[in-house]
């Protein structure tokens, strides 16, 4: 199931990537692909920062959770006033629309994990037989 979540994300964006490539080269820039490369590009940066914490942190997972929630909401706010996304009488929206992916992140993260966990499990106890 793994598997096929992977491969269907990897298609979904080869996808719209084709999409949004031939919608450029006959349309031009839309508003709808611009907000989709921000929002691919904001997901880059949130994805090197969660990186960079990963490495360079050893907090317990709460903390990292904490703290990973703390620095996309910045990077999100930062990001969302520069090409305006926000304002500042709705910057507030940055911790909802971050919170709401990251608790999403949270149960897919604990799904894998819990996953991984019984798997390395069972391998252990056939070994042991």
Do not use: H
């Not at 907000?35 to 990186?51: D, M, P, R, T």
């Not at 960079?52 to 990001?79: C, Q, R, W």
């Not at 894998?112 to 069972?122: P, Q, V």
């Amino acid at each position: 199931m793994k598997r096929i979540f992977r491969d269907t994300c990897i298609l979904f964006a080869l996808a719209v990537l084709s999409v949004f490539a031939m919608s450029i080269i006959w349309v031009g820039m839309t508003d709808e692909i611009k907000l989709v490369l921000q929002l691919f590009i904001l997901s880059f940066v949130i994805a090197f920062a969660n990186y960079f914490l990963d490495e360079y942190t050893s907090l317990p997972m709460i903390g990292s959770y904490i703290v990973k929630y703390i620095a996309a909401t910045v990077v999100v706010m930062l990001f969302g006033f520069i090409v305006g996304w926000f304002y500042r009488s709705n910057f507030w929206m940055a911790f909802i629309y971050v919170g709401i992916v990251l608790v999403m992140a949270y149960f897919i993260d604990a799904f894998k994990t819990k996953r991984d966990i019984d798997y390395i499990n069972s391998r252990i106890r056939s070994k042991q037989k």
